[in-house]
């Protein structure tokens, strides 16, 4: 059974980081590309960054500069650190997981930034 299981969510300051974390399971996890994705109430889900199995990485031009995703295979974990946080990045989000065989879904964390 897939899991991929999100911490690290919370409330933080305009200004503040956090870091989020994605922990993979019953996936061959180095053969994904690993994905964090956000939904805010009455928008659609929106890519925020991705890095594929050979380490190439995006960024949605919202958090580009602020944002930086890593992973680490031998932990079958991906990271999002968040810089600089505004207002405006207060959302749900969710770790994403894609290959040929199929794409997976984490339950999502919600993160908040408010004074």
């Known amino acids: 059974q897939v899991q991929l299981v999100e911490s690290g969510g919370g409330l933080v300051q305009p200004g503040g980081s956090l870091r989020l974390s994605c922990a993979a399971s019953?996936?061959?996890?180095?053969?994904?590309?690993m994905g964090w994705y956000r939904q805010a109430p009455g928008n659609q889900r929106e890519l925020v960054a991705a890095i594929n199995s050979g380490g190439s990485i995006g960024y949605g031009d919202s958090v580009k500069g602020r944002f930086t995703i890593s992973r680490d295979n031998a932990k079958n974990t991906v990271y999002l650190q968040m810089n600089s946080l505004k207002p405006e990045d207060t959302a749900v989000y969710y770790c994403n997981a894609e290959s040929y065989v199929g794409t997976h879904w984490g339950q999502g964390t919600q993160v908040t930034v408010s004074s």
């Open positions: 019953g996936i061959i996890f180095s053969r994904y590309a």
